[in-house]
C-alpha cells in the first residue's frame, strides 16, 4: 500500500464551509463588531456561505422592494431555463399598469420586449414591470406570487413569506435577513444580473413613443469601489432597506441591512459592513476539483498496476486575516481498488479537519479508467517480473 501523507496548511482563522448558495448557521463573530444603524443585518460571503456576523438576522420584517430578489430571481431562471427570451413581446395589463409605488408608469395594453420589463425592475425597481413579468410567466400574478413562495422554500427560506411580488405593504407579508442574503446569494449565480444591475441611468421607450427615465435606486453603485448590484426598498412599515453586494480582490460579499430610520443611514451601514468585511476577512482555496492527489493507488484484477487519484469538487475557506491556525486533509482511502473503474468513480474522501473538527469533506475519484486483467496482461505482467529480476 502506498501511504498517503496527511497535508498540514498554515491558514488563518477558518470557517466552516457550506455547498454554494448555502449559508451556515453560526456566525464567525459572536456579535457586530461596528455599530449597525439598522433593527436586522447579516454580512456574508457566499462562496463559502459563511455569515460574518449579524444583527437579529432571523427577525420576521417586512423588507418592501427587496421583496424583488425573489421576483428577479425567477425571470432570470425563466431565460436560463429557455421559458422566456429576452425579446418575447410582454402584454401589460391593467393589473400590471395599476400598481402603484415605484413604477415606469406602463400603459395598460402595450406590449414591451422582456428585457426592457427586466431592466426596469433590476435598475427602477419598477412594480408595474414586476407584475408584468410575473404575468407573462405565470398567468398571473397569484400564480407568480406562489411560485416565489415555492422558490423560497426550496431555499430554506423557512421565515419567509410573500403575499405580492413588488413588497408594497401587505398583512402576512415579511421574511429575514437571513432569508434575503439567501435569495440574493441565488440571483447573483446569474451572469445577465449584472448586465443591468450596474446601469445608473437609463430610460424606458414606450409603444406611444413617450419615455421614462429610469435612475438606479442603489447609489451605491455609485459611491462605493466594488459595488455592483443590489435591491433597495422603503416604506413607512419596512424601512429603508437594502441588499447590496460588492467584489474587492477576488472575495464578494453581500450586505443586509433592514429597518433604518433613513437612506442614509441604509446605504452608511452597508458600506461600513462592507469596509470591515474586506478589510479583515480573505478566501483561501484550499481545493481545486480535478487536483491530483500525491502518489498512485493499488489496483486489484485490472490492466494497469496503479491509478492516479484526483480531488472532485473545489473547497475554499473564509480566514481572518492575522490569526494563523492549522488544517489537517485527511484522507479515507483503501489499500487498494478493483477494476473495472472508469474515469470520475468514486474511490474515497478527503475529510477537511480544523482543531480536530471535521468542516468538510472532500471526493475522492480516479482520475484515469483502468480494465479488467485479461489472459494477456496477465502474462505479460509475470514475464515483466521474471525478466526484470
Not at 45 to 62: H, K, V
Amino acid at each position: 500500500m502506498r501511504k498517503f501523507a496527511c497535508l498540514l496548511l498554515a491558514l488563518a482563522l477558518l470557517a466552516p464551509c457550506a455547498a454554494r448558495g448555502e449559508l451556515m448557521d453560526a456566525a464567525l463573530e459572536t456579535a457586530p463588531p461596528i455599530p449597525l444603524l439598522c433593527e436586522s443585518a447579516v454580512l456574508v460571503e457566499p462562496e463559502s456561505g459563511q455569515i460574518l456576523f449579524e444583527q437579529n438576522a432571523d427577525e420576521r420584517r417586512p423588507v418592501a422592494s427587496v421583496t424583488k430578489v425573489m421576483a428577479i430571481l425567477l425571470a432570470l431562471e425563466a431565460l436560463e431555463a429557455g421559458r422566456a427570451t429576452l425579446e418575447d413581446p410582454v402584454p401589460v395589463s391593467q393589473t400590471a399598469a395599476g400598481m402603484g409605488g415605484s413604477q415606469v408608469l406602463l400603459d395598460a395594453g402595450e406590449t414591451l420586449p422582456f428585457e426592457t420589463l427586466l431592466k426596469s425592475m433590476i435598475v427602477g425597481s419598477a412594480n408595474d414591470a414586476t407584475v408584468a413579468i410575473g404575468e407573462y410567466l405565470y398567468g398571473s400574478h397569484q400564480l407568480f406570487v406562489d411560485r416565489m413562495n415555492e422558490r423560497a422554500q426550496e431555499l430554506g427560506m423557512a421565515d419567509t413569506h410573500f403575499v405580492n411580488s413588488t413588497g408594497l405593504p401587505a398583512e402576512g407579508h415579511y421574511t429575514t435577513a437571513r432569508d434575503v442574503a439567501r435569495m440574493t446569494v441565488e440571483m447573483l449565480k446569474h451572469p445577465l444580473y449584472f448586465e443591468y444591475s450596474t446601469i445608473w441611468l437609463d430610460s424606458v421607450i414606450h409603444e406611444s413613443g413617450r419615455e421614462t427615465q429610469l435612475t438606479n435606486t442603489n447609489r451605491l453603485i455609485r459611491l462605493y469601489d466594488g459595488c455592483d448590484g443590489g435591491k433597495t426598498g422603503s416604506t413607512n412599515e419596512a424601512g429603508y432597506c437594502i441588499s447590496a453586494t460588492a467584489e474587492r480582490g477576488g472575495m464578494r460579499l453581500i450586505a443586509v441591512v433592514l429597518g433604518a430610520q433613513s437612506s442614509s443611514d441604509r446605504f452608511d451601514t452597508a458600506a461600513s459592513m462592507f469596509d470591515y468585511g474586506f478589510a479583515n476577512y480573505r478566501l483561501y482555496p484550499v481545493a481545486k476539483s480535478g487536483a491530483k492527489i500525491k502518489g498512485e493507488m493499488p489496483v486489484e484484477g485490472g490492466n494497469l498496476p496503479s491509478i492516479a487519484l484526483m480531488l472532485q469538487g473545489d473547497l475554499t475557506l473564509l480566514m481572518k486575516k492575522g490569526t494563523e491556525q492549522s488544517v489537517e486533509l485527511l484522507p479515507n482511502l483503501p489499500q487498494s481498488v478493483q477494476a473495472p473503474l472508469d474515469m470520475g468513480d468514486a474511490v474515497g474522501s478527503v475529510d477537511v479537519v480544523l482543531d480536530g473538527r471535521k468542516i468538510a469533506r472532500i471526493a475522492v475519484v480516479a482520475a484515469q479508467a483502468v480494465g479488467r486483467q485479461d489472459f494477456a496482461d496477465g502474462l505479460r505482467r509475470v514475464f515483466g517480473r521474471w525478466l526484470f529480476q
